[in-house]
């Protein structure tokens, strides 16, 4: 019997830095390891300013020094979301205090982690909001990123293994 897939959903603030990176970097692992069946992931924001937006230009030229291209377009976080994914990861912990506002009955807090938490060899608790610095600042989230998604793909085979 297949199995349904297991969501991923990464969220920062607008969408268009860190979450559209972290669900790009993940989607390449997967498909290295040829999980597309197993493992589907999307980002959100918790703001509405860039709603319809591609991923920025400063952190698409960082991914593509990795590799990597940053599809996408912005979408806000909906509450509907609580439920249609296995896990939400939300890059700073504003972000994991916004998403957990609009859980008001307290249904949903066990499905939403910070970022950081899988990061195997950095030992940041928070994605950095690189929006209004320089060049190094994007990079930056690139190498953290990399490093939470390798840390979080593990995580994830786990918990497909013990449904
Ligand atoms: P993100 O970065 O949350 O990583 O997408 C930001 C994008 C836009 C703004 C702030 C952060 N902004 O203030 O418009």
Redo the contacts with the bound molecule.
Sequence with gaps: MTQTPYQLLFV????????PSAENIMNHLIQQRQLQEQIICDSA?TGG??IGSPP?RRMAVAAAKRGIVLRGSARQFSWNDFAAFDLILA?DKSNYQNILSLDRQGHYGNKVKLMCEFCQTHSDREVP???YGGEAGFDYVINLLMDACEGLLAYTLQEIKSR
Excluded at 12 to 19: H, P, V
């Design positions: 920062c603030l607008g969408n268009i830095c860190r979450s924001g300013y860039h920025d890059m909001d690189p929006y």
